[in-house]
């Protein structure tokens, strides 16, 4: 793979191992002789959703110089935000000047055998990398997220179903050009850090499941913060580029649990 490819990977990590489920892309990267059956087995045996993404892209920057291309061709179709994001940064890499290869050998036969680089880094240490910076950034996301609070008694449940009663009839007003914006990982970041309890239930309203719920308990041991993080950013990966400020702001208003309309109303702000 080409050094501007691995560079690209680099800079969507985040996005790759928030959003990507391996099994959806690794028949096609088989089908393209890209993987081969101990690749899959070898992704499979990672635990959790991002260490196998985290393998998968481990695997991936050592193949050869077809394996960027193949890998965007099997994004295009489930994950076509990330295709057209890879795709514009893979075209602006193009105008940029290159280090020339040490051979040019781009045989379909050695897709699937790792490059030999004299003075890079590794492909492991490249992925390493990109993990060491993802793992920084999660710290930044879960800071403060232990902070824990009381349950609301019967009679602050009510009252706060009434107030949100009060307010129903009215729809929050939105500006057309932030509703139509795709919701950012801030926003859901921020928004993590205002729901509570009933962020379980309101999974289940936007269509995840029970078992994805468990996922991200399992996957967030004792941090709520990053459980409900990741149930946003699971519905984001969902919905795609119907993802929208606008979109998540109705479903939070239609949403028959107990949110406070102030919980939510940074949304419809200008970013």
Avoid: C
């Avoid at 999974?203 to 946003?232: E, G």
């Amino acid at each position: 793979m080409e050094e501007r490819h691995k560079k690209i990977l680099r800079k969507k990590y985040t996005d790759l191992t928030s959003d990507v489920r391996p099994d959806e892309v690794m028949d096609y990267l088989i089908q393209e002789d890209i993987f081969d059956f101990n690749d899959i087995e070898l992704v499979r045996a990672e635990k959790v959703t991002k260490l196998q993404v985290q393998k998968l892209l481990s695997i991936l920057v050592t193949r050869g110089p077809n394996a960027f291309g193949v890998f965007l061709e099997a994004l295009k179709d489930r994950y076509s935000w990330l295709y057209e994001d890879l795709k514009k940064a893979d075209e602006e890499s193009k105008n940029q000047p290159q280090p020339r290869p040490s051979h040019d050998d781009t045989s379909t036969s050695e897709a699937r055998h790792p490059e030999q680089e004299t003075g890079k880094p590794s492909s492991d240490q490249l992925i390493t990398h990109a993990g060491q910076e993802r793992d920084t950034r999660e710290k930044a996301v879960v800071q403060g997220a232990g902070r824990g609070s009381r349950p609301l008694t019967d009679e602050e449940k009510v009252a706060r179903g009434v107030a949100n009663m009060k307010l129903s009839d009215q729809r929050m007003e939105v500006p057309s050009d932030v509703a139509q914006q795709r919701v950012t990982e801030r926003q859901l970041n921020i928004l993590a850090g205002k729901l509570g309890r009933e962020w379980e239930n309101l999974a289940i309203y936007l269509d995840l499941t029970k078992a994805d719920v468990d996922r991200f308990k399992a996957d967030n041991l004792y941090n709520t913060r990053s459980q409900i993080f990741a149930m946003l950013m699971a519905w984001r990966a969902k919905k795609g580029s119907a993802a929208t400020v606008g979109t998540l702001i109705r479903n939070l208003e239609d949403f028959d649990g107990i949110i406070e309309l102030d919980k939510f109303t940074f949304l419809s702000q200008s970013k």
